[in-house]
């Protein structure tokens, strides 16, 4: 059973950087059908797509984040990561990490999502 | 980017009711359409993938169908543990869109 699993800081400042990695078990992150991925939820609201990572480094941002989002992937450790810069209090929500899984040649669907880490920026 | 047009907002509906929630995307997205549940304090858990494909595990209460651009989920005879709230996702193109959510309340 994959299991993902959020870590990093929980407050971050105005105009810092915010950092997340998300540590997957129970398979690998070099799976070929696999698409490691971050999607957001700001309180009382709905959910946002951040962006989508390969773990070949293939990666596809949301146009409005594009400028200040950085995903990455370490094969090595099973783990993905992203990076937001310049932030503000718009940036406060559950952040989840994502896997999206390819069936044949088409058919994609986000299924698993780790449990959800609430980053809120304050000073 | 695709625009994904969820209604209602949201309803109030009783056990035992037929519900049924509509997305509406603002291009034809083929059958890369999927349906999730979130609870307060969980994260989304999906429910069904390309329109009407079910999840494992999911119940067979909840379907889907649809095609091109107009989508629903059915929920055949909701049960206490449907209470929650519903997206839409397409997955057809990046970015990856969301509907805005539907909160199904207890009557």
């Known amino acids: 059973q994959l299991q993902l699993q959020e870590s990093g800081p929980g407050l971050v400042k105005p105009s810092e950087t915010l950092s997340l990695s998300c540590t997957v078990s129970?398979?690998?992150?070099?799976?070929?059908?696999?698409?490691w991925g971050w999607i957001r939820q700001p309180p009382g609201k709905g959910l946002e797509w951040i962006g989508t990572?390969?773990?070949?480094?293939?990666?596809y941002y949301d146009p409005s984040l594009k400028s200040r989002v950085t995903m990455s992937v370490d094969t090595s450790k099973n783990q993905f990561s992203l990076k937001l810069t310049s932030v503000t209090a718009a940036d406060t929500a559950v952040y989840y990490c994502?896997?999206?899984?390819?069936?044949?040649?088409?058919?994609?669907?986000?299924?698993?999502w780790g449990q959800g880490t609430l980053v809120t920026v304050s000073s | 980017a695709i625009q994904m047009t969820q209604s209602p907002s949201s309803l109030s509906a009783s056990v035992g009711d037929r519900v049924t929630i509509t997305c509406r995307a603002s291009?034809?997205?083929?059958?890369?359409l999927g349906w999730y549940q979130q609870k307060p304090g969980e994260a989304p858990k999906l429910l069904i993938y390309?329109?009407?494909n079910l999840q494992s595990g999911v119940p067979s209460r909840f379907s889907g169908s649809g095609s091109g651009t107009d989508f629903t989920l059915t929920i055949s005879s909701l049960q206490p543990e449907d209470f929650a709230t519903y997206y839409c996702?397409?997955?057809?193109?990046?970015?990856?869109?969301f509907g805005g959510g539907t909160k199904v309340e207890i009557k």
């Open positions: 996702l397409q997955d057809f193109n990046y970015p990856l869109t």
């Open positions: 990572i390969y773990y070949g480094g293939s990666t």
């Open positions: 390309a329109v009407s």
């Open positions: 291009q034809g997205i083929r059958n890369d």
């Open positions: 129970g398979g690998s992150i070099s799976s070929s059908s696999s698409y």
């Open positions: 994502t896997r999206r899984h390819r069936v044949g040649s088409g058919i994609y669907y986000i299924d698993y």
